[in-house]
């Protein structure tokens, strides 16, 4: 059996210089983290240099990615709902018309807010 | 220990894994052999189902803390008739991968005390992880109708 | 004592904040625990099928998401057997970054796990600064790889993107940051005389058992066995950089805990080491196509994780998709085998302390 010191029952009080220290906590949104880049976020498509290859389409790992009409050619058109922000896509196309940013704040009242067209895809909303 | 087994068992080197393999009848003796000599982790069993062989593939891997070294043992059992003896008495922690193996693919472990259930509940049709069985038509039928959303 | 009052069965279920999402159903008599059974299951996701469907690259991501306690160990395991069934190789750099991460993996791990056990035996100050020591690395890691928890980051033939500016500068900090820190835990946890009146002289281990009953890891070397995969088959760089295996003697619930606290140390070693000797050149084997096949052949591959030996089986036959991939939790027999056997001699009070000195993913049982 230990033998119970006083020194050491009083030992975790020592904490209390915790007390002056500056909280770990941020207060949010007033103070937010910030953006790092290459984060992976929500997707940004620049329509002009797309060739609409359909690489992303065929690496996605959870079909989240379908080509559809725009602008004479195919273009992507991503469900976010379904999408598991790994990247893929971004890394393999091969003309960088599609890459990561780092807006996390998509959120909607309806599951179709999640479908993310080719115009939805290349304007940039602020953070 | 190859004296003993000598024409029953093929032994397989590559740079990477030792391989034995064995035939049904005999995976038991082997067993207790390599346990005497000093093969006393049981890592795991494995199942590979090889469809249009009709057979399943067992596979057990073995780790030898004093040596070492690590083993694969294989044996094939056919898909009709799927029973292999256990090998609980052997080493302990074979156990509940058995029990698993069982859930999964439908195998009968003979001598295993307590073959239920045990990460599935109320499932009722083939054994999951076999060939046969198309989990993504099971899914859309289940659940979506038979309609991609 | 036998009455004729019936034994009580209360669930140690998966709704109670001390055992994860993990069920097992105990029975006792009085305050003794006299049968547990436990009942896995409530996060089998299936990937063992999940990963028939996809091709290799494809896959990668999904790895992460079988414990996500130890994200990196999972990743590293599958990237290796990869390697080997599609026969490429990755370059010097792209492992010594594979293993600095690795080993930054395995330090965020026994934190999470120092707080999880703190709030479960009481001790709630332990839980919340743990929570807040995470914080450097985890921005570490999404400085590196893009995402704070899931990192989606290794890959067959070494890693996604090279290392960012400014790498050295952020890992010295964070590691210092914890060195200050560390004291402050072996004053408030580990010297602490509850948590050890709490934690000693439960749960006896000893060596015979471990290995009857398949531990591997700090449940291991707590009872004296000297076995570390990165020492006795070592893969990725292991062999080129400096370490010490640590053990313990006595095998109760204290030395566990003891062999996770030292392990810390001896990660921030090894990672200074491997920075030490990071080599120039390529991250990536350019090799490795998004569809490119496998040859027909089949590995085991295994890797020392934060909780012990964690392994995949995987068979290749000549397309771009496995044909069978295995995964071998290292909690597995530990939640299993280990729990119920150690549950049986004890107090329904010291379950919860028994459970997390075994430091179990029950995402790592049912997969």
Redesign the interface.
Request: no cysteine; hydrophobic share 35%; aromatic share 10%.
């Given at each position: 059996m230990n033998e119970m010191s006083l020194r050491r029952l009083l030992q975790p009080f020592k904490l209390f210089r915790n007390l002056t220290k500056k909280p770990m906590t941020l207060v949010f949104p007033q103070e937010a983290l910030p953006p790092v880049d290459n984060y992976r976020g929500r997707q940004f498509l620049d329509p002009e240099k797309c060739v609409g290859c359909g690489m992303c389409s065929r690496v996605c790992p959870n079909d989240a990615v379908t080509m559809v009409e725009y602008m004479d050619k195919k273009c992507p058109e991503i469900n976010l709902g379904k999408c598991c922000f790994c990247a893929l896509c971004a890394e393999n196309c091969p003309t960088g018309a599609l890459y990561m940013t780092s807006e996390v704040f998509i959120a909607g009242y309806d599951k179709s807010f999640a479908v993310y067209g080719p115009e939805k895809l290349s304007k940039k909303e602020g953070a | 220990m190859e004296e003993r087994f000598n024409e029953s068992v093929t032994y397989v080197e590559d740079a990477?894994?030792t391989t034995l393999l064995v035939d049904n009848g005999l995976a038991e003796e082997v067993a207790s052999a390599l346990k005497e000599i000093g093969f006393?982790?049981?890592?795991?069993v494995?199942v590979?189902?090889y469809l249009e062989e009709e057979e399943f593939e067992l596979?057990y891997?073995l780790?030898s803390?004093g040596a070492?070294a690590?083993l694969?043992l294989k044996t094939r059992i056919p898909r009709s008739d799927a029973a292999m003896k256990s090998f609980t008495p052997i080493?302990?922690?074979a156990?509940?991968?058995e029990r698993e193996c069982h859930e999964m693919f439908g195998i009968d472990f003979i001598g295993h005390t307590e073959l239920t259930p045990?990460?599935?509940?109320d499932w009722e049709g083939i054994p999951?992880?076999r060939k046969d069985f198309d989990?993504?038509k099971y899914v859309l039928e289940k659940f979506y109708g038979g309609e991609r959303e | 004592m036998t009455t004729d009052i019936p034994f009580f069965t209360i669930p140690f279920g998966p709704c109670h904040p001390s055992s994860g999402h993990f069920h097992a159903s105990v029975t006792v008599d009085g305050e003794r625990v006299v049968n547990l059974v436990p009942d896995p299951g409530y996060l089998h996701r299936g990937f063992e099928k999940l990963m028939e469907y996809r091709t290799y690259l494809q896959n990668s991501p999904l790895v992460d998401r079988i414990c996500i306690l130890d994200p990196f160990a999972a990743e590293l395991g599958y990237v290796n057997a990869a390697e080997k069934v599609l026969e490429i190789e990755a370059p010097e750099r792209g492992k010594f970054i594979r293993t600095i991460m690795a080993e930054f993996g395995r330090i965020l791990s026994h934190i999470t796990w120092i707080g999880v056990t703190c709030m479960v035996v009481g001790l709630d100050s332990g839980c919340k600064i743990a929570w807040g020591d995470r914080e450097p690395i985890i921005r570490i890691n999404e400085k590196v790889t893009g995402g704070r928890i899931y990192p989606c980051y290794f890959l067959p033939g070494g890693v996604r993107r090279d290392l960012p500016e400014g790498f050295t500068g952020m890992v010295e900090e964070a590691l210092s940051g914890l060195e200050k820190n560390l004291e402050q835990y072996d004053f408030l946890v580990f010297n602490n005389e509850t948590f050890r009146v709490r934690m000693e002289d439960i749960g006896f281990l000893d060596a015979e058992d471990a290995i009857r009953l398949g531990a591997t890891g700090p449940n291991l070397r707590a009872a004296g066995v000297e076995a570390d995969l990165r020492k006795d088959q070592p893969y990725e760089v292991y062999d080129q950089l400096e370490f010490n295996v640590v053990t313990q003697d006595k095998g109760d619930a204290f030395a566990r805990d003891m062999c996770r606290r030292l392990e810390i140390e001896e990660s921030m070693n090894i990672i200074r080491d491997a920075i030490h000797k990071l080599p120039e050149g390529d991250y990536k084997n350019k090799a490795f196509k998004p569809f490119s096949k496998a040859k027909k052949k089949e590995t085991y591959f295994c890797c020392e994780s934060a909780r012990g030996e964690q392994c995949y089986h995987m068979v290749g036959d000549g397309t771009d998709k496995p044909y069978r991939v295995k995964v071998r939790g290292p909690s597995f027999s530990h939640t299993l085998d280990e729990f119920p056997y150690l549950a049986k001699k004890a107090y329904i009070a010291d379950i919860p302390a028994i459970y997390w000195s075994l430091d179990p993913c029950p995402a790592d049982v049912d997969r």
């Open positions: - | 990477e894994t006393n982790h049981f890592s795991d494995t590979v189902d596979i891997h780790w803390h070492h690590r694969m080493w302990r922690s156990h509940m991968h045990l990460l599935l509940e999951p992880l989990s993504r | -």
